[in-house]
């Protein structure tokens, strides 16, 4: 018998579908498919126990503008509003924007100094169903304050 060496040749489509192939087996072969502590999104309740921590946060001057029924839920306005002299003895450092019944609690987070003027924002968020949203302020002095409004999100303005 004889036997001998068959090569093949190999085109340039063959050659890029395989690369690209052996480089998701890599990929996927170097996850190791268990959640780290940075993979992992923190729950609603530990989002808002890191900002807020043991202090007792007083449900006055933040006013959270959001409209009752967000007919679409990818893009729902929203203002915060949070009284204060922003002077450099007192002022808001931090407004935190939280969701209850998003994957991931934390919508935005907006710092400001005494020459902001005001403490003030508006934007517009992403909601997964109707919810509670949390407006939480820092100010300069320590004190925590909240706002808390709830929307209720529908699937194509038919109520869900």
Known sequence: MDQRLKLEVVDRREFVVGGAAAAMLVALLGRTGTATAQDKQPTFDEAMKAIVGDKKADESQVDIKLPEIAENGNTVPYSVTVESPMSDDSYVKTVH??????????????????????AEISSRMRLA?????????????????????????????CGG
Do not use: C, W
């Not at 169903?129 to 303005?157: F, M, N, P, W």
């Open 97 to 118: 924007v939280l969701s209850s019944g998003n994957p991931s609690p934390t919508i935005a987070t907006f710092h400001f100094t005494p020459m902001s003027g005001k």
């Open 129 to 157: 169903k109707t919810q509670d949203i949390y407006a939480v302020a820092e100010l300069s002095d320590g004190s925590i304050h909240v706002g808390k409004r709830t929307v209720k999100v529908t699937i194509g303005g």
